[in-house]
């Protein structure tokens, strides 16, 4: 049994609590930010004896990246690893540890120890960004998997960073760089590039923005409620009880902050410029509400620091994006500028994407890539059904109100993928070259089946008939319940390497965490009824 001494002090600090605490902070009560800053500071220091306790060469160290505890103690530290100093591009590792310090079990994105022959690059930092420049180039006007829209324009490469690439079988040194550009649809592209710091070589590329390309047909979320903030005699949009989450007219630095004088936004039309604010600032809140009563996160990084939401952005842009860079969302206001991208479901799968890259870190190609969309669309479905908004009931319907289509139906149907043209029921070995938006459809197909079960039948109105690969009939579990298996599976068990054959063992074991052996056996079925086995 692999132990680790217990650091006395943090752990006493979160004796009894649960992640993060959904309750305010009281007297003498450590806050929600408190108690998840002590998790870190416990992580941080046991990284070294976890390092030691992993047999990790002496050269290999452990970055703190994300902790969750369990209500029995049990606790989940997630790593990101260093090599001679350098960050580990695949190394990351989560450390599943019982209460008494004892190591139970690791999942690691790279299983082995690291060597290398030479830290001496052949390349310079100039020329490995320039290659990395001049491999995004080479993309101009190509519709790629990772882009979603073709890309337009190539701007600046930011300095390269000497790393260490852990995604293939051999770690060797490389690379990594962010290329700054514009996509075709108006949407800003930042890619990040790793090369052979030998060759030159593209090992791995993918884009930090992530998006859902399309084009709208309005924003109505109905009559809500807004919690702004009042200075003097004006009232801004502006949530300090969510993290200080506030929206902007507009995507470029020093947008102006939406306010009023009478505290009522909008009046429900795409001319009046607060409608589209009014939804942003909602979707924003009802995600942060959905995570943060499901599961005790405290905002997209768990840090309770609230999104800056954009509204407005670019010139008919029909597209709606997360940026993790600038920490925020930002919407166009489609075609000819009259129909703002800011339906619920695909504004919460967009910020879900955050959510990703704060914990498993799923890049956005081959299999990981499909289970990074299939998270964004569980998740931001699940906000819509949290949310009930009479203006927008709740399916497994994705996008269904902005007719990306442009024929009225669906962007993407869960119950059945290949129901829109592009996606895929079920796994088969060539499922990764796909653009990850299709190949997402297994997860999508998995988390429905699990929730509602197959065949035909009529949910909140709205008609499903599901197949399975074995022609085996599902009962289906409640989606609350798939809900809580994935993103436990999510935050406690994916890494940078997670596909579906592993996700499929990530979900199983977080079944078990959660609940009993008649869920563990439905994950599993849900999983072989699309030809996961």
Sequence with gaps: MLTVGAVLSATALLAGFVQVAAAPAQAGVPSAVQQYDALLALAE????????????????????????????????????????????????????QRADGSIASVDRAFAGRLSLPSL?????????????????????????????????????????????????????????????GVRTD?????????????????????????????????????????????????????????????????????????????????????SNRQSAAVDAQFDAAATWDYFKNTFGRNGIRNNGVGITSRV?????????????????????????????????????????HGITAATAGLPYSGEPGGLD???????????????NLQADPPDYLIAEKLDFMGNGTPL????????????????????????PHYSSGVGNHFFYLLSEGSGAKVVNGVAYNSPTADGSTLLGIGRDKAAAIWYRALTIYFTSTTNYRTARNATVAAARDLYGQPEIDAVAAAWKAVNVN
């Design 45 to 96: 220091a046991q990284a070294a004896p976890v390092a030691g306790a992993l047999a990790l060469g002496d050269r290999e160290r452990l970055v703190v990246k994300d902790v969750v505890t369990d209500a029995d103690g049990t606790r989940h530290l997630r790593y990101d690893r260093t090599f001679a100093g350098l960050p580990v591009i695949g190394g990351d590792l989560v450390v599943h």
């Design 120 to 180: 001496a690059p052949k390349l310079s930092a100039d020329r490995a960004a320039a290659g990395a420049a001049d491999a995004v180039r080479a993309t101009l006007g190509a519709n790629t998997a990772q882009e979603g829209a073709a890309l337009a324009q190539v701007g600046s490469a930011g300095e390269a960073q000497l790393v260490v690439w852990a995604g293939g079988d051999t770690p060797r040194l490389a690379y990594r760089t962010v290329v700054q």
């Design 186 to 270: 108006g949407v800003p592209s930042s890619r990040r590039v790793i090369t052979d710091a030998g060759t030159g070589a593209v090992l791995a590329s993918d884009d930090a923005v992530r998006t859902a390309t399309g084009t709208g047909t309005g924003v109505n979320v109905g009559a809500v409620t807004l919690t702004t903030t009042q200075t003097g005699a004006t009232y801004q949009l502006k949530d300090a009880t969510r993290g200080n989450q506030f929206t902007v007219d507009g995507g470029v630095p020093g947008s102006p902050l939406f306010t009023s004088t009478t505290n009522i936004w909008g009046n429900g039309f795409p």
């Design 312 to 352: 407005h952005v670019g010139n008919s842009l029909t597209d709606l994006y997360w940026d993790d860079t600038c920490y925020c969302m930002s919407y166009g206001d489609g075609p000819s500028n009259s129909k703002p991208m800011t339906e619920l479901d695909v504004a919460a799968h967009e910020m879900s």
């Design 373 to 387: 969309e299939a998270t964004s669309d569980i998740l931001g479905t699940m906000v819509e059904w949290y949310a």
């Design 412 to 435: 993407r149907y869960m119950d059945k993928p290949s129901k829109d043209g592009y996606s895929r029921d079920f796994w088969y070995s060539g499922i990764g070259t796909l653009d």
